[in-house]
């Protein structure tokens, strides 16, 4: 009940292309959906984060869509470009004993073409 | 302000060999949560650590263990390492504070286990 299930695992597309990526979850105690990218020898950055509150938020070309009713939400990534080459991850956090912890998605490995 | 910063950045050890990961936070955050990366399993959660005290665990054995000391700064131990040890650490932390929930992670510790 407490995972959070990433799709698809890899995605390529062509530069200028949006492409999407779907998490979904069960637990309803989960209020906090951030993203994460991750180059290659990084540590995954944060990338945008929503609350339940919302159903859309953007921050320049990144877009996150949340259904609350569905247990699901996305990231749309417009106008992609071959530097947006990395993994993703969604993300998933709750309030427990006194802190938040959080849960991740497998990751998607995104390759955008030039 | 500087970033989380994880030391070593590399390293390599024996079987039966033991090994101590250091972090240190972003200044003023009291949360420091640690995790294993690997291809296979993406982001696991092995513990987290708030004003010294450990708040959750992960599904890890009893090999893994860490601390936090009174500046925030945590340590991870992993006694008598195994092959299937080999993975990234990454370590992130939060500050906790009202709405502040965002983790921010290190560039992670490659630790090879032959």
């Known amino acids: 009940q407490q995972q959070v299930k990433q799709s698809p695992q890899s995605l390529i597309v062509q530069k200028g292309g949006i492409p999407i990526i779907n998490c979904a979850y069960e637990?309803?105690?989960?209020?906090?959906f951030p993203w994460y990218q991750q180059f290659p020898g990084k540590g995954p950055a944060l990338l945008i984060a929503?609350?339940?509150?919302?159903s859309e938020k953007k921050e320049g070309r990144f877009t996150i869509s949340f259904n609350k009713s569905a247990k699901q939400f996305s990231l749309h990534i417009m106008d992609s470009q071959p530097g947006d080459s990395a993994t993703y991850f969604c993300?998933?956090?709750?309030?427990?004993?006194?802190?938040?912890?959080?849960?991740f998605g497998t990751g998607t490995r995104l390759k955008v073409l030039a | 302000k500087a970033g989380v910063t994880q030391t070593p950045r590399y390293l390599i050890k024996t079987r039966g060999q033991q090994v101590t990961l250091s972090c240190s936070p972003i200044?003023?955050?009291?949360?420091v949560s640690w995790y294993q990366q690997t291809p296979g399993q993406g982001l696991q959660f092995l513990f987290e650590?708030?004003?010294?005290?450990?708040?959750n665990k992960g599904n890890f054995p009893g090999r893994f263990s860490g601390r936090q000391f009174s500046n925030s700064r945590s340590e991870m131990n992993v006694s008598t390492l195994e092959l299937g040890d080999s993975a990234l650490y990454l370590c992130?932390?939060?500050?906790?504070?009202?709405?502040?929930?965002?983790?921010?992670f290190g560039q992670g510790t490659r630790l090879t286990v032959v």
């Open positions: 992130a932390s939060s500050s906790l504070g009202g709405e502040d929930t965002e983790a921010f």
């Open positions: 637990n309803t105690a989960f209020d906090y």
């Open positions: 929503i609350r339940p509150d919302v």
């Open positions: 993300a998933a956090s709750f309030p427990t004993s006194g802190t938040y912890k959080y849960i």
């Open positions: 200044s003023g955050h009291r949360s």
């Open positions: 650590y708030f004003s010294e005290t450990q708040r």
